[in-house]
């Protein structure tokens, strides 16, 4: 079983975006019930389909298994039906720490959210200079929400 805790941020400024190449990000749900997910994502030339359920606090129990890309564009096309999400991905390391940072296109465009995975929820860490408000608990900045509803559809409402 994989678990994991992650806190999220909106990114402000550009200082972060100094020297680092992103990787195109393509994902769509399958399922959606309650706090059961179950995702299919191409990220650069491979692709994974994801479970994920909402475990207690900000942790989540993950699987995630690589699937071929063929059938994973053939899901897209054949199960997806809860809208895409597009982002470019980008990583970054700030002071020992692994920084995912999305930068998310189409329907979602004008939005950048950074997550850091944790080992537990109490792990401590340093905030780079570019971390604004953090959305963790804001379930409306969650990719299977934003599919639903983009953040380019919510009313004169801006990030922070």
């Not at 990220?43 to 900000?58: M, R």
């Not at 999400?85 to 998310?104: A, C, G, H, N, P």
């Not at 780079?128 to 559809?153: C, S």
């Amino acid at each position: 079983m994989g678990k994991e805790i992650e806190r999220r941020f909106l990114v402000i400024g550009k200082s972060w975006q100094k020297g680092i190449r992103g990787t195109f990000c393509r994902q769509g749900y399958i399922s959606t019930n309650n706090a059961n997910v179950v995702r299919v994502r191409i990220i650069g030339e491979k692709a994974y389909l994801t479970l994920k359920k909402k475990g207690p606090g900000i942790a989540r129990i993950e699987y995630e298994y690589p699937i071929p890309l063929k059938d994973a564009s053939r899901i897209f096309d054949q199960f997806c039906n809860q809208g895409l999400i597009e982002k470019t991905r980008y990583e970054l390391s700030y002071k020992q720490m692994v920084w995912v940072i999305d930068e998310f296109a189409k329907n979602n465009k004008g939005l950048i959210i950074a997550e850091v995975e944790l080992e537990n929820e109490e792990q401590q860490f340093d905030l780079p200079d570019w971390v604004g408000q953090e959305v963790t608990h804001a379930v409306k900045y969650l990719n299977i929400n934003l599919a639903k509803y983009p953040f380019t559809k919510w009313e004169k409402e801006k990030p922070g």
